[in-house]
């Protein structure tokens, strides 16, 4: 989600609303992010991220900012950028519709998650499939993720990737 004028994106956030399929759970999940700046290199992003689940679909910031201020990621930060940033104005961008599977397991110091998505990536009348393994960071060292990733690809045919599912995104967006 954006404003129409992409204010997130010029800041170098973005909001996502993620609905988490549960067949344990007698009502719909919903997991709000809101991810913020970062670098990428060789297939590694490090960026700052927040989560709040919650049973509602609609995006709110005061419940957001509310549900997350605990995080270790700076809430000053996180209101910065929500300032002037209205629900109202908030439109979807694009979509992603993927199904994961995960495991956690420990390498090294650290223990880490290996994220496999099959799916698409949409945005207009464009739309793109996706397979992908990420590994994420749950706790420990950095280093632990580079070697498993390296080790992978060492492996497989596995390669790594800079560009996130919604860069790919915005990129179908914007395409003529």
């Known amino acids: ?96 519709k993927f199904n994961r599977t995960t495991y956690t397991f420990g390498y090294g110091d650290s223990i880490m998650e290996a994220c496999f998505d099959v799916g698409t990536l949409s945005a207009k009348d464009k739309s793109a499939n996706i397979c992908e393994l990420e590994l994420e960071l749950i706790s420990g060292d950095v280093v632990d993720v580079l070697d498993m990733a390296n080790y992978i690809v060492g492996k497989t045919e596995a390669q790594l990737f800079n560009d996130s599912k919604f860069k790919r995104c915005l990129k179908l967006l914007d395409e003529e």
């Open 1 to 96: 989600f954006d404003t129409p004028d992409r204010k997130m994106i010029s800041r170098g956030g973005s909001i996502r609303v993620r609905n988490i399929t549960d067949s344990d759970e007698e009502e719909e999940t919903y997991e709000h992010t809101i991810k913020l700046g970062g670098k990428v290199e060789n297939g590694l992003h490090q960026r700052y991220e927040w989560n709040y689940k919650t049973f509602s679909k609609s995006f709110s910031k005061e419940e957001f900012i509310a549900g997350v201020s605990k995080s270790e990621d700076p809430s000053d930060m996180l209101c910065e950028v929500l300032s002037d940033i209205s629900e109202e104005d908030l439109i979807p961008i694009c979509k992603t």
